[in-house]
């Protein structure tokens, strides 16, 4: 079997594309923390949920895709060489401020 190699979401996209999902949403925009944008309590998905909701995961075949995933492109998402965490309550800017930052 092949090693799996993590897809992670490039800053070009959170910046540009994922940006633009959330203030498209309505009652969201560049100031909803991730809590806003992914609310777990809410039985509907949120945006980042929603994406992949309906998709193959192409690890394990299954319906429910993760959000990288989801997308195309190399200016939108490759193998991951960072890790970035954070809390469900910083902004969707400050998150992307901070990774175009680096």
């Known amino acids: 079997m092949p090693k799996y190699v993590p897809n992670g979401v490039s800053?070009?996209?959170?910046?540009?594309?994922?940006?633009h999902e959330?203030?498209?949403?309505?009652?969201l925009n560049e100031n909803?923390?991730?809590h806003e944008i992914e609310d777990l309590r809410w039985a509907k998905h949120g945006v980042i949920r929603f994406k992949g909701a309906s998709k193959v995961c192409p690890r394990?075949?299954?319906?429910?895709?993760?959000?990288?995933?989801?997308?195309?492109?190399?200016?939108n998402v490759g193998p991951a060489t960072f890790m970035f965490s954070?809390?469900?309550?910083?902004?969707?800017?400050?998150?992307i401020d901070t990774l175009v930052a680096h």
């Open 22 to 27: 959330v203030e498209e949403t309505e009652g």
């Open 11 to 19: 800053v070009h996209y959170l910046k540009t594309q994922f940006l």
């Open 32 to 34: 909803s923390t991730i």
């Open 60 to 75: 394990n075949e299954t319906v429910g895709a993760a959000y990288s995933d989801c997308l195309i492109g190399d200016d």
């Open 86 to 95: 954070y809390t469900w309550n910083y902004t969707i800017r400050d998150i």
